[in-house]
């Protein structure tokens, strides 16, 4: 459905992306993630068709996007960074959208305002961030999107609204086959909602899988060896830990594997752990910058 291929986007000499490459199926949750500046809010950019990319290829069922007035119908997005006319109400907002967006539901606008309780007269600026979130949302599922992209999108909304949210996108892409992608420095919640990661790191795509292929190919294993045992030398070990005599590895592999390799040295104990999302984010950037780090005052 969206397809990056090579993107490369500079400013000013400073590479934003640099050969990004992401592939979102049709009909999936798809959660971009990876650490403060590395090209997250850039490549949602160009998929808005805000960006025009330096080279490489940016498509949306296979037409390009910037300048595409027919795929940018297709199209709603909730910035981290909301933006409604100064003095704009929501009924106001929403007459807006309504002359834009062809697939603007008018009905669906109506029965939406049972999940976002709030006052249509009232002036959007003059609502917290919290409820300006729920605003944004009431209007971009009313537009029917085909495609929805979100940047940090439950930033500031309380735990029942999120779970709201949350519940009235996942209908939308079981029932409609919407396209969600989805950016978030929150991976537990992203953990709950997504089918597909892609992690990127200094403008580059690092890793782009399945979430399950992905936390199926990385393992937590902790385990109590002999004085005179040792680990399998063929395991592919990414940390290691120790608490008294319990010791704790991190390992890329296949869990059937990693367990056939424990199993043939017969440890005292050994249990092996399935990763959450954010612990496959830190180990799978790795590197000295990503350590966490004591500090001394």
């Keep these: ?169 996942m209908s939308d892409v079981a029932e409609n086959g919407t396209t969600v992608l989805v950016s978030s420095h929150n991976l537990r919640e992203l953990e709950d909602v997504c089918d597909h990661v892609g992690i990127i790191h200094h403008g580059r795509t690092l890793i782009e899988r399945s979430l399950s292929e992905l936390q199926g190919n990385i393992a937590k294993v902790q385990f109590v060896l002999d004085e005179d045992q040792s680990l399998p030398g063929n395991l592919n070990v990414l940390h290691e830990s120790r608490v008294g005599k319990v010791r704790t590895i991190i390992v890329r592999g296949k869990f059937e594997d990693v367990d056939a390799k424990m199993a043939s040295i017969s440890p005292l104990f050994y249990d092996i752990i399935p990763l959450t999302l954010e612990e496959v984010f830190i180990y799978e950037l790795g590197g000295e910058e990503y350590e966490f780090k004591d500090i001394l005052f």
């Design 1 to 169: 459905m969206i397809n990056v291929s090579n993107v490369v986007k500079r400013f000013d000499g400073f590479t934003a992306l640099d050969g990004l490459n992401l592939n979102v199926p049709q009909g999936s949750i798809y959660g971009l993630v990876g650490p403060n500046g590395s090209g997250k809010t850039t490549i949602i950019r160009h998929l808005t068709g805000m960006y025009r990319q330096d080279s490489g290829e940016i498509t949306i069922a296979g037409e390009p996007v910037y300048e595409n007035p027919s795929v940018k119908a297709k199209i709603a997005c909730i910035p981290d960074e909301l933006y409604f006319f100064p003095s704009a109400n929501i009924r106001e907002m929403k007459n807006y959208y309504a002359g834009i967006y062809p697939k603007f539901d008018t009905d669906r606008f109506e029965k939406l305002h049972e999940a976002f309780p709030l006052d249509e007269k009232r002036q959007i600026r003059r609502f917290s961030k919290g409820m300006q979130k729920q605003a944004a949302f009431w209007l971009a599922l009313s537009m029917r999107p085909e495609i929805l992209i979100l940047d940090e999108p439950v930033d500031g909304l309380d735990p029942v609204m999120r779970r709201q949210v949350w519940s009235l996108m």
